[in-house]
T-cell receptor, first 115, second 116 residues
Framework: AQSVTQLDSHVSVSEGTPVLLRCNYS??????LFWYVQHPNKGLQLLLK??????LVKGINGFEAEFKKSETSFHLTKPSAHMSDAAEYFC?????????????FGSGTRLSIRP | GAGVSQSPRYKVTKRGQDVALRCDPI?????LYWYRQALGQGPEFLTY????????KSGLPNDRFSAERPEGSISTLTIQRTEQRDSAMYRC??????????????FGQGTRLTVV
């Protein structure tokens, strides 16, 4: 079975400090992993994706994530938080099953930034 | 089109009425997904299609919910005899390749359904 778990429902950091949003996945197959961001009253925007190439993936707005197979993790990081980073973040796994693929969302992590 | 288009953007309906939500995916995209997102929750998988074939409908909550994609392009999600608990944002997404898990999904802006 395939699943994705976001370990924190809410993370709060001060502006200028590092951000860490944690994600663990479970998959019987080689997964592709994504992080999406959703700002209030906006649609879902792709931040970055891992598709079995480089394990360290760089995305937009200074975010990056590292795929660690041994830990089944794909944590999202940013060295220095900005006020505009406040949003909901979703870790997503995509798995190929037979001749089809399925996309599964984590429950989300709400990131708050303190001035 | 340039992106995934959903209509209507907002729908208010009375309990017991049927509603049809439309999704027009990016041209040429093979896979189409429907999700439901309650306030403060992550998107919940409902169903998806590859071309016109419905691959998985395990996420549909009950038999009042159905979806079709008859020509492998536009899809309609229909909710019959709506109930207040059906109120949510309904999101559609499409991706380019069938069976290619590495291809990201592109999301529409969603349809906000309110059942009163």
């Amino acid at each position: 079975a395939q699943s994705v778990t976001q370990l924190d429902s809410h993370v709060s950091v001060s502006e200028g400090t590092p951000v860490l949003l944690r994600c663990n996945y479970s998959s019987s197959y080689s997964p592709s992993l994504f992080w999406y961001v959703q700002h209030p009253n906006k649609g879902l925007q792709l931040l970055l994706k891992y598709t079995s190439a480089a394990t360290l993936v760089k995305g937009i707005n200074g975010f990056e994530a590292e795929f660690k197979k041994s830990e089944t993790s794909f944590h999202l990081t940013k060295p220095s938080a900005h006020m505009s980073d406040a949003a909901e973040y979703f870790c997503v796994v995509s798995v190929v099953l037979s001749s089809a693929s399925k996309i599964i969302f984590g429950s989300g992590t709400r990131l708050s930034i303190r001035p | 089109g340039a992106g995934v288009s959903q209509s209507p953007r907002y729908k208010v309906t009375k309990r017991g009425q049927d509603v049809a939500l439309r999704c027009d995916p990016i041209s040429g995209h093979v896979s189409l997904y429907w999700y439901r997102q309650a306030l403060g929750q992550g998107p919940e998988f409902l169903t998806y299609f590859n071309y016109e074939a419905q691959q998985d409908k395990s996420g549909l909550p009950n038999d009042r919910f159905s979806a079709e994609r008859p020509e492998g392009s536009i899809s309609t999600l229909t909710i019959q005899r709506t109930e207040q608990r059906d109120s949510a944002m309904y999101r559609c997404a499409s991706s380019l390749y069938k069976g290619q898990g590495g291809t990201e999904a592109f999301f529409g802006q969603g349809t906000r359904l309110t059942v009163v």
